[in-house]
Structure formats: C-alpha cells, structure tokens
C-alpha cells in the first residue's frame, strides 16, 4: 500500500501547522513550565523544596463580608487621665496655712478619740462654760459631737437650742415687768419674773435637758421617760405663762391687753414677750413629738424602763450604802431585843 506510506507533510504545497510563531511560543512556554517535573521526587521533601519554584498565587476578587453591628454593651476604653496641675497662683504661704489647718483638726481628732477610750470619769466638766478665775467650777460635761451618735446630733441641738430660747423669753419677762411697774401695773409681776427666771432656767436643764442628752448618748429609756414626763410639765407652764392672767408673773395675752389701755409702749413690749411664750409652746409640741417618735422607732417600752431603773437602782454606791446600813441596823436591833430576853 504505497499509498499509505507516503509522508502528508512532504508536500510542500501543505502548510505545517507546527511553523505558526503562535503555536512554536505556546510550546517553549510549556516546556519551561513542565522542566522541573523530570527530576521531581514525591519522597524527598528538602529536594523538592529546594527544586520548587515560588509560583504567584492566583489574585481572587475582593468580596465583601457583612460585618455585625457594635454590642451594646461595648464601652469606650477610658483614657488616662491626667494629673492636674495646681494653680499657679497658688504659693507657699497658702500650702502652709492649709498644713496648720490640717495638723489643728487632727490634733482635735487625736483630743476626742482620747476623750472616747478615757470614758466619762477621764473627762473634764465643761458646762456652763464659765472663766477660770470664776470661784464655781463647770458642773456638767456636754459635748454633742462627741457623746450623741451622728444620726441624733441635730435633736439634740435643737432641744439645746430651745432651752436656751425658753432663758431668753424668761429674761425678755423680766423686762417686760419691768415696764409694767414703771406704769404703776404692780410690782407682783416684776418679783414672779425675777423669780421664774431664777428657778425655770436650772431646773429646766437638770430635768429635761440633761434626760434626753443621756437617753441619746446611751439609748436609755428610763431617761426617755423622765424627758417626756418632765417636759410634759414644761409645756403647761409655758402655756400658762403665754396666757398672762393677772398677777401671774408672765407677760401673756392678758396682761399685754391691759397694758395696751394703759401705755402703747409698754404694750408693745409685753406683746413681744407673749409672742416668744406662744413660739417656745409651738415647738415644745413639735419637738416632743419628734422626740416620741424617735423613742418609739427604737423599740423602746416602758418595761424597759422600768427594767433600767431597777437596774440603776441597785447599782448605785449611795444606795448600796444605804440598804446595808439599813440591814445592818435591823440586825442590830434584833440582837439587842434577843439579849434583853
């Protein structure tokens, strides 16, 4: 079959596919692309690594992702703050005026504390605050802020502060009887006011005052009982006394009528003395009940009274000394009427 064996490219007349540049190009790059797969060793790691030629990764396009929106619960990173410069005005006269102010309260401080761990026996009486030449000596020991807890410091105050208001109504009184007798309206007021004022003024700070600051300063309710029962009594003066019936010692109502009839002045001035009797009525009554309420909030009862008061009772020395004494004479007499028979 000669027809078979003859070449089809031998003709000249046919155009070789192969001696297209295109087509000889595509091949050479083939050939450099595929060198390195003749000595290629799938079992030798360090030779292959050595062999392989870094290829470019093939770029992928850019794809948004959907991104989640903040927590609510995110909270900004606080940024340091920064250490404030003092003022440039300030000098060295003022630093040290501050560290004299500063030194003086601790050294209060450091007084109080000593006071505290001393007790009451340690301390020294302060009231009334009287000078150190004066022959009477201070009888009481009075410091709120130290003795009263800080949630009853302001009762206490006020009371302290309307019993010295109950002294100057009284001394206000005497005054105003002083005017009444300059009129010829007596002089039985002018002596009854010297006097109230004379008697009230103590009494009314040993029996009432003094009370609540104990029942505060120890949450004692026998002392609770004394205040209320006391200036119970206190009240009902102080009424009395804003009324002014005749003769009465007082300034009141009645007694700045009259004067009114007699000298306009003098009513005046006796009128003003009614008005403070009415003021110390109305905030006895205020306080009192603020006061009440406050011994009810603590559960205080009058079976615990009546518990501290025997209690005190049997611990005080006189007392002890004087039931001793009292037993110690019963016997003696029983033993002298036993040696008689």
């Not at 690594?49 to 770029?59: E, G, K, L, R, V």
């Not at 003024?201 to 209320?228: E, G, H, L």
């Amino acid at each position: 079959m000669p027809k078979f064996e003859d070449n089809p490219f031998s003709d000249p007349t046919i155009d070789n596919p192969f001696s297209d540049p295109a087509v000889q190009q595509v091949a050479r790059n083939t050939t450099n692309a595929t060198r390195g797969l003749d000595d290629y060793n799938p079992f030798d790691g360090q030779q292959n690594a050595n062999q392989a030629t870094p290829q470019q990764q093939p770029t992928q396009p850019a794809i948004m992702q959907a991104v989640s929106p903040p927590s609510s619960n995110y909270q900004r990173p606080q940024q340091p703050q920064q250490a404030q410069a003092p003022p440039p005005n300030f000098t060295t006269a003022d630093f040290q005026r501050r560290q004299e102010e500063l030194e003086r309260k601790a050294e209060e401080l450091a007084r109080r504390e000593a006071e505290l761990r001393a007790g009451s026996a340690g301390r020294r009486n302060n009231w009334p605050p009287l000078p150190t030449f004066c022959p009477v000596q201070p009888c009481f020991y009075q410091d709120i802020n130290v003795d009263i807890p800080l949630e009853f410091q302001r009762v206490v105050r006020h009371l302290y502060h309307l019993w010295m208001f109950h002294a100057l109504v009284l001394a206000l009184n005497i005054i105003g009887a002083m005017s009444l007798m300059f009129v010829d309206q007596g002089v039985t007021i002018f002596g009854l006011s010297i006097l109230y004022f004379l008697l009230l003024t103590p009494f009314s700070f040993i029996c009432w005052y003094r009370p609540i600051y104990k029942a505060f300063r120890s949450d004692s309710s026998f002392n609770f009982m004394v205040f209320f029962f006391i200036f119970l009594f206190q009240i009902i003066i102080t009424l009395v006394q804003s009324i002014g019936f005749s003769d009465g010692g007082s300034c009141g109502l009645i007694t700045s009528i009259a004067a009114f009839k007699v000298n306009v002045a003098v009513g005046i001035i006796t009128m003003l003395v009614t008005i403070g009797f009415i003021t110390c009525v109305v905030a006895d009554v205020m306080l009192l009940t603020k006061v009440h309420r406050i011994y009810r909030s603590t559960g205080a009862s009058l079976a615990k009274a009546q518990a501290e008061f025997t209690t005190e009772i049997l611990r005080n020395q006189h007392v002890q000394t004087a039931a001793s004494n009292a037993a110690a004479a019963a016997v003696n007499a029983q033993i002298a009427n036993a040696n008689r028979y």
